[in-house]
């Protein structure tokens, strides 16, 4: 009927499939603790009497010489009544009226027939209806080779030794972010380690955020209107919210972990605080920095709410901060909820636009090996008047984060000779290398390198197609071997790349 799912879905027919082939149930076991089995038997007549109250006398013969049976019931037989004997059952409480039947079971797919099924068949039998709305079956934890986790192994994570090494909340996400239904988790203190960095990036971002809300007043009024960065970052994180409120109500943890994680680390951290702090080194009007501010604050905020889930402990710990208060928990504050009002789509198309023209120019510094500090004299040909109009507004933004000199843009320029160019749609960028590149020297040494990377890659490929090396290694060996390859692999064709631009710019 439809009344319960069982998620993931794939476990619906082994579900199914034991019910519609169900066998007896031994339900005594010979335990010292457990629901006494509720059987007597009559030393007088052999009487075997089943009753729901310790009888007196036998019903047959009158004797009162009876023994109850000595076993009790299987472990999940008395687990089967918790979904109803917890909330007062069976006494007909507020308790059992509001919360049966309830909405989430969460439990291991190994016990789907030992107690989901059994909790299933005593609901229905008892109660006239289902205990549960769903069932969540979550993936076992294994070793980051995929085996069992045992201590004859000793290969066991111990949670409370990453807890003290790596952190709650990292531990917690890591479990969340590779969560994913139908699959196992391969657990490794260095897959803890890498969101222990994580936390240290929300911990860093908040030092920043904090340190520019210290003269914030939220009640003032704002009297400028919000810059194309701020338009951005409220689309995004718009974006997160649907993402993260979606993939949860659908129980793909590990969906939702991931649209957290790329909003704050890729779109808040790596792009909006960079794109704002010249507004906030004052660069910007005190009313342009006010209105960034209150957009810093709302963002901040809503983004430590949406984490919260995942990470209670810091996002509890800056929210107090931030409010300056202990008297609020996040805990009870309201979940985010999308606003599709608050999206600024043109912004959006703008927004990334410009963060593409950044990327690029920072693309070429780092295959044209020109320092960062070394500033740029950057031309930009537009695809159209429009487009130039739109980077011309924003040009602040692309001279900062991409520490230029100058940046000059018109429509359909002609191509120059020596520069290394960047292509966005119909958008191009050209760098000059004159006088910031050694040609000669660069292509000497993209030569000699791209020689050394073409040897390991060539001997590399030989012992992955030499057969007996596939046979003898172990697996281990073979997959690092497989990574190595990639790796020389892709650092061949950016060598090969650049040295490619390097001849085309010198002719």
């Not at 082939?21 to 010292?32: A, E, F, V």
């Not at 089943?50 to 013969?61: H, S």
């Not at 007062?88 to 919360?99: I, N, Q, S, V, Y």
């Amino acid at each position: 009927k439809e009344k319960t799912r069982i998620i993931p879905k794939t476990w619906e027919s082994t579900y199914y499939d034991w019910m519609n082939n169900i066998r007896d149930w031994c339900i005594s076991r010979q335990l010292w603790w457990g629901h006494r089995i509720p059987v007597w038997y009559c030393d007088d007549c052999g009487k075997i009497i089943v009753a729901t109250v310790d009888p007196k006398a036998c019903p047959d013969c009158g004797g009162v010489s009876l023994k109850q049976d000595e076993d009790v019931l299987d472990t999940w037989f008395s687990s089967a009544l918790w979904p109803f004997s917890t909330l007062g059952w069976p006494d007909r409480t507020e308790a059992l009226k509001t919360f049966y039947p309830t909405s989430l079971l969460i439990t291991g797919f190994d016990i789907l027939f030992f107690w989901v099924a059994r909790m299933m068949m005593m609901g229905l039998y008892v109660m006239k209806d289902v205990p549960f709305k769903d069932v969540y079956l979550h993936a076992l934890v294994r070793d980051e080779k995929g085996e069992k986790m045992s201590k004859s192994k000793g290969n066991s994570i111990d949670p409370l030794l990453m807890i003290d090494q790596y952190g709650t909340d990292a531990f917690r996400f890591t479990l969340a972010a590779y969560t994913a239904q139908g699959r196992d988790v391969r657990l490794s203190p260095e897959r803890i380690e890498g969101y222990k960095f994580f936390v240290n990036k929300i911990w860093n971002a908040s030092r920043l955020t904090l340190t520019n809300l210290a003269d914030f007043d939220e009640s003032a009024p704002v009297n400028a209107s919000d810059s194309l960065p701020d338009k951005w970052i409220k689309t995004k994180l718009n974006k997160a919210i649907e993402g993260v409120t979606r993939s949860l109500d659908e129980y793909h943890f590990n969906d939702a972990s991931a649209a957290i994680y790329h909003f704050i680390w890729h779109e808040f951290c790596d792009w909006y605080l960079e794109l704002s702090k010249p507004v906030f080194y004052g660069k910007a009007s005190p009313e342009q920095r006010q209105s960034t501010q209150q957009t810093l604050s709302e963002v901040f905020k809503t983004m430590l709410q949406l984490l919260h889930p995942f990470m209670p402990f810091v996002t509890e710990e800056l929210w107090q901060a931030l409010n300056g208060s202990d008297e609020n928990s996040i805990m009870v504050s309201k979940f985010p909820v999308v606003n599709k009002a608050g999206e600024d789509k043109a912004a959006e198309k703008e927004m990334e636009m410009i963060m593409d023209i950044i990327t690029s120019i920072r693309n070429i510094r780092g295959e044209m090996r020109i320092p960062p500090s070394n500033k740029l004299k950057v031309l930009i040909s537009a695809a159209d008047e429009q487009t130039k109009k739109i980077i011309q507004t924003e040009k602040g933004y692309v001279l900062n984060l991409a520490n230029l000199e100058s940046l000059t843009v018109e429509v359909n320029l002609v191509e120059p000779k020596g520069v290394a160019t960047g292509v966005i749609g119909g958008t191009r960028i050209f760098v000059p290398l004159a006088g910031v590149v050694d040609i000669t020297g660069e292509k000497a040494r993209l030569e000699k390198e791209l020689a050394k990377v073409s040897k390991d890659l060539e001997q590399s490929s030989r012992k992955l197609a030499n057969r007996d090396f596939c046979v003898k290694a172990a697996s281990e060996i073979i997959q690092k071997e497989e990574e190595k390859l990639k790796d020389f692999q892709e650092k061949f064709n950016t060598l090969e790349n650049a040295l490619k631009k390097l001849k085309e710019i010198s002719g």
